[in-house]
Protein backbone atom coordinates (compact mmCIF):
# COMPACT_ATOMS: atom_id res chain seq x y z
CA UNK A 1 0.00 0.00 0.00
CA UNK A 2 1.87 2.85 -1.23
CA UNK A 3 -0.25 5.72 0.58
CA UNK A 4 0.72 9.72 -1.05
CA UNK A 5 2.92 9.13 -3.58
CA UNK A 6 4.84 12.22 -4.71
CA UNK A 7 6.68 13.16 -7.92
CA UNK A 8 9.61 14.30 -8.75
CA UNK A 9 11.49 13.84 -4.96
CA UNK A 10 14.35 16.99 -6.10
CA UNK A 11 14.01 19.40 -9.07
CA UNK A 12 16.47 22.25 -9.69
CA UNK A 13 14.91 24.90 -11.71
CA UNK A 14 16.07 28.15 -12.29
CA UNK A 15 13.98 31.72 -11.93
CA UNK A 16 10.76 31.91 -14.06
CA UNK A 17 10.67 28.52 -15.25
CA UNK A 18 7.96 26.31 -14.86
CA UNK A 19 7.30 23.13 -13.61
CA UNK A 20 4.49 20.65 -12.23
CA UNK A 21 4.53 18.87 -8.50
CA UNK A 22 2.62 15.40 -9.20
CA UNK A 23 0.73 13.21 -6.10
CA UNK A 24 -1.21 10.29 -5.89
CA UNK A 25 -3.00 8.50 -3.18
CA UNK A 26 -4.33 4.80 -3.64
CA UNK A 27 -6.05 5.41 0.25
CA UNK A 28 -9.63 6.60 -1.60
CA UNK A 29 -9.09 9.95 0.10
CA UNK A 30 -12.07 12.51 -0.79
CA UNK A 31 -9.62 15.58 0.33
CA UNK A 32 -5.83 16.24 -0.62
CA UNK A 33 -3.89 19.07 0.46
CA UNK A 34 -0.33 20.98 -0.36
CA UNK A 35 1.58 22.23 1.86
CA UNK A 36 5.11 23.92 1.89
CA UNK A 37 7.99 23.47 4.73
CA UNK A 38 10.65 26.50 4.92
CA UNK A 39 13.55 26.19 8.03
CA UNK A 40 11.75 27.64 11.43
CA UNK A 41 8.07 28.52 9.57
CA UNK A 42 6.94 25.05 10.30
CA UNK A 43 4.07 23.42 7.33
CA UNK A 44 1.83 26.14 5.74
CA UNK A 45 -0.81 25.14 3.46
CA UNK A 46 -0.82 26.28 -0.30
CA UNK A 47 -3.93 24.22 -1.26
CA UNK A 48 -6.40 22.25 -0.50
CA UNK A 49 -9.36 20.21 -2.98
CA UNK A 50 -11.53 19.31 -0.38
CA UNK A 51 -13.53 16.84 -2.95
CA UNK A 52 -13.23 15.90 -6.08
CA UNK A 53 -14.06 19.01 -8.56
CA UNK A 54 -13.24 21.91 -5.88
CA UNK A 55 -10.25 23.50 -4.82
CA UNK A 56 -9.44 26.34 -2.16
CA UNK A 57 -6.48 28.44 -1.39
CA UNK A 58 -4.75 28.12 1.56
CA UNK A 59 -2.54 30.57 3.52
CA UNK A 60 0.10 30.73 0.97
CA UNK A 61 -1.21 30.50 -2.66
CA UNK A 62 0.02 32.99 -4.35
CA UNK A 63 2.51 32.38 -7.69
CA UNK A 64 0.73 28.34 -7.53
CA UNK A 65 -1.80 27.02 -9.40
CA UNK A 66 -3.37 23.47 -8.46
CA UNK A 67 -5.48 20.84 -10.08
CA UNK A 68 -7.41 17.85 -9.06
CA UNK A 69 -7.46 15.69 -11.82
CA UNK A 70 -9.64 12.85 -10.25
CA UNK A 71 -10.03 11.56 -6.92
CA UNK A 72 -6.68 10.15 -6.63
CA UNK A 73 -4.17 13.10 -8.15
CA UNK A 74 -4.05 16.45 -7.23
CA UNK A 75 -0.83 18.65 -8.84
CA UNK A 76 0.52 22.08 -7.91
CA UNK A 77 2.10 23.99 -10.76
CA UNK A 78 4.26 26.94 -9.90
CA UNK A 79 3.93 28.61 -13.44
CA UNK A 80 6.92 31.35 -13.17
CA UNK A 81 9.37 29.98 -10.19
CA UNK A 82 11.09 32.76 -8.16
CA UNK A 83 13.45 31.91 -5.56
CA UNK A 84 10.84 32.66 -2.47
CA UNK A 85 9.75 29.16 -3.73
CA UNK A 86 12.39 27.20 -2.60
CA UNK A 87 11.19 24.73 -0.68
CA UNK A 88 10.34 21.31 0.79
CA UNK A 89 6.71 20.87 -0.57
CA UNK A 90 4.40 18.05 0.81
CA UNK A 91 0.85 16.65 -0.16
CA UNK A 92 -0.99 14.92 2.09
CA UNK A 93 -4.66 13.28 1.58
CA UNK A 94 -7.60 12.78 4.10
CA UNK A 95 -10.42 10.84 4.36
CA UNK A 96 -12.93 13.50 4.80
CA UNK A 97 -12.26 17.09 6.52
CA UNK A 98 -15.75 16.51 8.37
CA UNK A 99 -14.29 12.79 9.51
CA UNK A 100 -13.38 13.43 13.61
CA UNK A 101 -9.79 14.76 13.59
CA UNK A 102 -9.46 14.97 9.93
CA UNK A 103 -5.85 12.72 10.38
CA UNK A 104 -3.73 13.75 7.25
CA UNK A 105 -1.79 11.01 5.39
CA UNK A 106 1.48 13.18 4.03
CA UNK A 107 3.68 11.99 0.99
CA UNK A 108 7.60 12.07 1.67
CA UNK A 109 8.41 15.28 0.14
CA UNK A 110 9.31 17.37 -2.86
CA UNK A 111 12.59 19.25 -2.83
CA UNK A 112 12.45 21.91 -4.49
CA UNK A 113 15.40 24.60 -5.14
CA UNK A 114 14.85 27.61 -7.72
CA UNK A 115 18.18 29.29 -8.52
CA UNK B 1 -0.63 35.72 13.54
CA UNK B 2 -0.28 32.06 13.57
CA UNK B 3 -2.76 30.39 15.97
CA UNK B 4 -0.60 27.38 16.98
CA UNK B 5 2.63 28.50 18.57
CA UNK B 6 5.47 25.80 20.00
CA UNK B 7 7.55 27.98 21.64
CA UNK B 8 10.70 25.56 22.47
CA UNK B 9 12.34 25.14 19.55
CA UNK B 10 14.70 22.54 20.48
CA UNK B 11 14.47 19.59 23.66
CA UNK B 12 17.09 17.27 24.73
CA UNK B 13 16.18 14.43 27.57
CA UNK B 14 17.93 11.85 27.95
CA UNK B 15 17.14 8.48 27.28
CA UNK B 16 14.64 6.76 29.85
CA UNK B 17 13.22 9.98 31.03
CA UNK B 18 10.09 12.11 30.19
CA UNK B 19 9.73 14.18 27.29
CA UNK B 20 7.29 16.96 27.70
CA UNK B 21 6.85 19.00 24.33
CA UNK B 22 4.19 22.15 24.69
CA UNK B 23 2.01 24.30 22.62
CA UNK B 24 -0.44 27.49 22.72
CA UNK B 25 -3.32 28.44 21.00
CA UNK B 26 -5.11 31.28 19.94
CA UNK B 27 -8.71 29.99 18.98
CA UNK B 28 -10.97 28.56 21.47
CA UNK B 29 -13.41 27.44 18.86
CA UNK B 30 -11.72 24.44 17.71
CA UNK B 31 -13.19 20.40 17.64
CA UNK B 32 -9.18 18.48 17.72
CA UNK B 33 -5.81 19.25 17.89
CA UNK B 34 -3.34 16.57 16.28
CA UNK B 35 0.97 15.48 17.10
CA UNK B 36 2.31 14.64 14.50
CA UNK B 37 6.82 13.48 14.57
CA UNK B 38 8.81 13.92 11.15
CA UNK B 39 12.20 12.39 10.28
CA UNK B 40 14.53 14.11 8.31
CA UNK B 41 13.66 13.54 4.68
CA UNK B 42 10.16 12.25 5.46
CA UNK B 43 6.67 13.39 5.41
CA UNK B 44 5.40 13.87 8.62
CA UNK B 45 2.89 11.27 10.58
CA UNK B 46 0.10 10.97 13.15
CA UNK B 47 1.37 10.00 16.13
CA UNK B 48 -1.84 11.29 18.47
CA UNK B 49 -4.98 13.67 18.45
CA UNK B 50 -7.06 14.82 21.35
CA UNK B 51 -10.78 16.69 20.90
CA UNK B 52 -12.24 19.30 22.49
CA UNK B 53 -13.93 17.26 24.91
CA UNK B 54 -11.34 15.80 26.61
CA UNK B 55 -8.25 16.44 28.95
CA UNK B 56 -6.70 13.52 27.98
CA UNK B 57 -5.55 11.18 25.12
CA UNK B 58 -3.49 8.32 25.48
CA UNK B 59 -1.86 5.79 23.51
CA UNK B 60 1.25 3.71 24.33
CA UNK B 61 3.77 5.91 25.54
CA UNK B 62 2.22 8.97 24.18
CA UNK B 63 0.01 11.35 26.47
CA UNK B 64 -1.57 14.45 25.21
CA UNK B 65 -3.10 17.03 27.70
CA UNK B 66 -5.18 19.55 26.99
CA UNK B 67 -5.60 22.53 29.08
CA UNK B 68 -8.71 24.56 27.78
CA UNK B 69 -8.57 27.52 30.35
CA UNK B 70 -4.89 28.11 29.66
CA UNK B 71 -5.37 27.18 25.95
CA UNK B 72 -2.53 24.74 26.26
CA UNK B 73 -1.70 21.40 25.21
CA UNK B 74 1.26 18.98 25.73
CA UNK B 75 2.57 15.93 24.71
CA UNK B 76 4.23 13.82 27.08
CA UNK B 77 6.20 10.72 25.95
CA UNK B 78 7.54 8.45 28.46
CA UNK B 79 9.92 6.72 28.44
CA UNK B 80 11.57 8.68 25.81
CA UNK B 81 13.43 5.99 23.27
CA UNK B 82 16.66 7.07 21.08
CA UNK B 83 14.21 6.39 17.77
CA UNK B 84 11.41 9.05 19.32
CA UNK B 85 14.31 11.96 17.79
CA UNK B 86 12.74 13.87 15.48
CA UNK B 87 10.65 17.20 14.89
CA UNK B 88 7.36 16.99 16.56
CA UNK B 89 4.64 19.59 15.14
CA UNK B 90 1.12 20.25 17.05
CA UNK B 91 -1.88 20.81 14.71
CA UNK B 92 -5.30 22.56 15.02
CA UNK B 93 -7.88 21.16 13.30
CA UNK B 94 -9.30 24.80 10.68
CA UNK B 95 -12.07 24.08 8.45
CA UNK B 96 -10.90 21.67 5.81
CA UNK B 97 -7.53 21.95 6.75
CA UNK B 98 -4.68 21.50 9.53
CA UNK B 99 -2.70 24.52 11.00
CA UNK B 100 0.39 23.38 12.04
CA UNK B 101 2.84 24.88 14.47
CA UNK B 102 7.02 25.57 13.93
CA UNK B 103 7.65 22.37 15.03
CA UNK B 104 10.24 21.37 18.41
CA UNK B 105 12.99 18.74 17.62
CA UNK B 106 13.19 16.78 20.22
CA UNK B 107 16.77 15.12 20.69
CA UNK B 108 16.79 11.78 22.66
CA UNK B 109 20.40 11.01 24.10
CA UNK B 110 21.50 7.37 25.21
Known amino acids: NAGVTQTPKFQVLKTGQSMTLQCAQD?????MYWYRQDPGMGLRLIYY???????DKGEVPNGYNVSRLNKREFSLRLESAAPSQTSVYFC??????????????FGAGSRLTVL | DQQVKQNSPSLSVQEGRISILNCDYT??????FLWYKKYPAEGPTFLIS?????DKNEDGRFTVFLNKSAKHLSLHIVPSQPGDSAVYFC?????????FGKGTSLLVTP
Open chain 1, 92 to 105: ASSEAPSAGANVLT
Open chain 1, 27 to 31: MNHNS
Open chain 1, 49 to 55: SASEGTT
Open chain 2, 27 to 32: NSMFDY
Open chain 2, 50 to 54: ISSIK
Open chain 2, 91 to 99: AERSGYALN
